[in-house]
């Protein structure tokens, strides 16, 4: 999608590096970082220059073949492998990820393997944005419905973001949107700051404003009055992790508005490829949620009025702060899963049949 008029994805591979748009820097600079090893991109995963579950998975793949390239060593590989799965534990795309990175190099000769990793990689990400794509075409007919018959604005909610940052492109939440709009129908998102790390101001507004798309930041309190006064036609979210009976691990605060939704009789959709979908843990308390530092609470980002980038304390400095990153919204609160093969229910029989599991 565009920043500034130019198409951009998230991650390739140019002249023998990684490149990657920091994110911890957006919206106030637009930074590309090069990762030139493993270890770059282990960093760039735990710090959060690169996030969103797709993502990481891509930056994972390409960590491995910069694993190959700094040394086609199967032992080397095989720990940057694990050190990649630990380095962010909620999203299920980077172990998908891995694994599917170690299944095609097993048995590949050194010479080669370098040629095979990064191969592999761009077919992950080529097939996540394809995925993504679909996404969009599927999720539009739920947009097209409410349009036929509003006729005027649809106004959706989404939290955090699930958008082409967080993918390779189009974003998962944000595919519908990026097609309605295509298609002229009108649109307004309602977008969730998203607390603590504001990814829906910092970023999904951001990338919105780029392709000239309506949005409005909320707190993320706000989503339950405005569904009150029947100012949301529809939420549509992104998740780190499905289960296969439907439960869905998101950004913390997503239950929150699955509920009001619920509430409401608001339609709640969540978007994601089927990359995002574990099929093996079946109740959702094994889910890993990912504890991060209180400092993401206790201190705010910003630019100050010389345009420099300042961090500054919000909180009493004495006071003990919790941050989960992430929250589980069970599949009775989920109207729909959008995935790249069509809408599914949030229930195990849906999907196992949409997926021929
Ligand atoms: O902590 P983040 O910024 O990586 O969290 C991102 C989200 O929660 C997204 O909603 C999710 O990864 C889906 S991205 C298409």
Redesign the pocket.
């Known amino acids: 999608m565009r920043i500034e008029g130019k198409e951009y994805r998230t991650i390739w591979f140019e002249n023998n590096v990684v490149k990657i748009i920091d994110q911890t820097k957006l919206p106030h600079r637009f930074i590309i970082k090069e990762l030139k090893t493993v270890n770059d991109a282990i960093n760039a995963i735990k710090v959060?220059e690169v996030?969103?579950?797709?993502l990481?998975g891509g930056t994972a793949a390409y960590g491995l073949a910069l694993a190959a390239q700094e040394n086609s060593n199967s032992e080397f590989i095989k720990k940057s492998a694990e050190e990649l799965i630990k380095s962010r534990p909620t999203?299920i795309n980077l172990k998908w990820a891995v694994d599917r990175m170690i299944k095609k190099l097993s048995g590949i000769n050194s010479d080669q393997i370098l040629d095979v990793a990064l191969n592999e990689a761009k077919e992950i990400c080529d097939e996540d944005e394809k995925f993504c794509e679909n996404i969009g075409i599927n999720g539009l007919k739920i947009i097209e419905e409410i349009y036929s018959k509003k006729k005027d604005t649809v106004n959706i909610l989404t939290?955090?973001?699930?958008g082409w940052l967080?993918?390779i492109n189009w974003?998962?939440?944000t595919s519908p949107i990026y097609h309605a709009n295509k298609k002229g129908i009108p649109v307004h998102v309602w977008v969730d700051e998203t607390r603590p790390?504001n990814?829906g101001a910092n970023l999904t507004s951001y990338e919105l404003n780029e392709e000239e798309i309506p949005n409005t930041i909320i707190a993320d309190n706000t989503g339950g009055i405005l569904m009150q006064r029947g100012e949301v036609d529809l939420c549509i979210?992104?998740?780190?992790r499905t289960l296969s009976n439907g439960d869905v691990c998101?950004?913390i605060g997503t239950y929150l508005k699955a509920l009001a939704a619920h509430d409401n009789s608001v339609p709640f959709y969540v978007a994601l490829p089927s990359s995002t979908i574990d099929w093996d843990i079946k109740d959702a308390k094994d889910i890993p949620i990912e504890e991060r530092s209180s400092e993401e609470l206790s201190h705010v980002e910003g630019v100050d009025e010389n345009n420099e980038i300042k961090k500054i304390l919000i909180y009493p400095s004495k006071s003990k702060a919790m941050n989960l990153?992430?929250d589980v919204t069970p599949a009775k609160y989920v109207t729909g899963l959008i995935t790249e093969k069509g809408i599914s229910k949030a229930s195990t029989e849906s999907l196992k049949k949409l997926f021929n599991k």
């Open positions: 959060m996030r969103g579950a797709p990481i999203a939290h955090c973001n699930a967080a993918t974003g998962t939440a790390r990814q979210v992104g998740t780190d998101n950004k990153a992430f």
